[in-house]
């Protein structure tokens, strides 16, 4: 009887509210997990409540030798080389020597990656892209991202930073983006953008039966409902969105040949007819050859990605 390897490696993710931790076994099986809320987003608190999740993890399996590393999926933007995190809208970091300050606070060596490309790694490893060398995932959320997994490994580009998808420019010189610069595809299509365009569309004048309290915009689940009951600005905007994603995708189709495309993320999980309009564009704009036997799919670890992701990340 073959015997099951008892090793683990510790998957850690950090989201606006939560830190979590998970021991994951080499099969992708979670055999502990723990949450704490972030009271505080300083790098700090977020490297204690990591910290403490970690420990009570570890606390749960009881077999600390066991333990492969620590790896940790960041909404931001990761310099491989150092560690830094260059800049993470989402927490209000900008060049944080997050990975020397959480190793110091865990007392372990941890490895560093953007968020979506963690997430991408842990699909491929045991999730919808598993067996496959190739593979995209795409998430649309409040923000725009993706993951790269080329020839079985994650690719993360001279200094870490590929996949950036919400930053392709899409109208040069256009909307200002959350991260500074002018025109990126998340500032037209992103969950928060597709709010606050409906609003500055409104003040306008433009008329549409979104109803929201003044000085703040929409969320994306009332243009979604608006849409569905018929209003104009709502279809408008949603179907924009859908074809920037869509082109976006097909070129990554095109350019990486990937087997398979993975669309999530709370935008399209939130929006069915985005979500197949969005696969509809990538099918009528993907080169015809790389198309050919492409599967697109959903994610299947929803969020347990981003620990099964980082433990992975961990094993190297
Ligand atoms: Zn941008």
Known sequence: MPVSDPRFAIGLDLGGTNARAAAVDAQGRILALHKHPLEQRSPEAAAKALSRCAAEVLAQVRRDADCLGVGLGLAGQIDAATGRVLVAPNLGWRDVDFRELLSAELGRQV????????????EASVGAARGFRDAILVFVGSGIGSGLICDGRLYHGARGLSGELGHIKVHPGGRRCGCGELGCLEAYAGGINLGVRAAELMAQGRQSALVF???????????????????????????????LVGVAAANLVTLLNPSVLILGGGVLTGSPTMRSRVEEVVRQNAGRAALSGLLVVEPTLGDDAGVIGGAFLARG
Request: proline share 5%; net charge negative.
């Open 213 to 243: 309290p003044a000085g703040l915009h929409p969320t994306m689940s009332m243009i979604e409902a608006a849409a569905n009951e018929g209003d104009e600005l709502s279809r408008e905007l949603r179907e924009e969105a859908a074809v």
């Open 111 to 122: 490895h560093l990656a953007n968020d979506l490309a963690v997430a991408a790694l842990g």
